[in-house]
């Protein structure tokens, strides 16, 4: 038990808890000082900055693809309805022409 009366105990380093002395090689594989922590967790938020990167440009290169396709058809239903209209209404392809 702490003799401090009241006193709040000291925080003891992470690679020191239950250390007694003897080699600290095995205790320290088990723990992983804060700079390797800030590392895995860089890397961890690069990763998913990435993924959500290329989720977005596979979204932005799927719409302009499907936008792409849209113009495409959309013209090719003009061009179809010109067609129809200078077969069926000269008189309108003159005026439109």
Do not use: Y
């Not at 989720?55 to 061009?79: C, F, I």
């Amino acid at each position: 038990m702490d003799d401090r009366k009241g006193e709040t105990p000291a925080i003891q380093p992470l690679n020191s808890v239950g250390n007694s002395g003897g080699s600290s090689a095995t205790h320290s594989a088990t723990t992983a000082s804060p700079e390797d922590t800030t590392r895995r967790v860089r890397e961890a938020a690069d990763h998913a900055v990435k993924d959500v990167k290329n989720a977005a440009m596979s979204g932005v290169e799927d719409a302009r693809a499907k936008a792409g396709d849209m113009g495409h058809t959309t013209a090719t239903s003009l061009r179809n309805l010109a067609d129809q209209a200078e077969e069926n209404l000269p008189w309108l392809a003159t005026a439109l022409g």
